[in-house]
Nanobody
């Protein structure tokens, strides 16, 4: 069983920055596939960024490339999502996801078995 606890959401003006954190349980965190998803009202959940391993293998959706950075600190069992140059369309509930058995960069919701509780990010114009 993997537990995920997110933090770092909030209200920010357009152009601002936020950093989301996701603390995970488990002794083999460094080998978990990790992802950040978001869901805006009336829209489907979508992947924002994902990673596997610690060698820089990452994925970003086009709309956040160059603005968001996913990273992990294996010593702290924590994955981060640094969000810069935020736009109103980034407003959503953001979810951290993990899977200890997936050994690649996963970009689909069904590829993750464990989810955080979600944290609200609101970007005002």
């Amino acid at each position: 069983q993997v537990q995920l606890v997110e933090s770092g959401g909030g209200l920010v003006q357009a152009g601002g920055s936020l950093r989301l954190s996701c603390a995970a349980s488990g002794r083999t965190f460094s080998r978990y596939a990790m992802g950040w998803f978001r869901q805006a009202p009336g829209k489907e959940r979508e992947v924002v960024a994902a990673m596997y391993g610690s060698d820089g293998n990452t994925y970003y959706i086009d709309s956040v490339k160059g603005r968001f950075i996913i990273s992990r600190d294996n010593a702290k069992n924590t994955v981060y999502l640094q969000m810069n140059s935020l736009k109103p369309e980034d407003t959503a509930v953001y979810y951290c996801a993990a899977d200890p058995d997936t050994k690649y960069i996963a970009t689909m919701s069904y590829e993750y078995h464990y989810w955080g509780q979600g944290t609200q990010v609101t970007v005002s114009s």
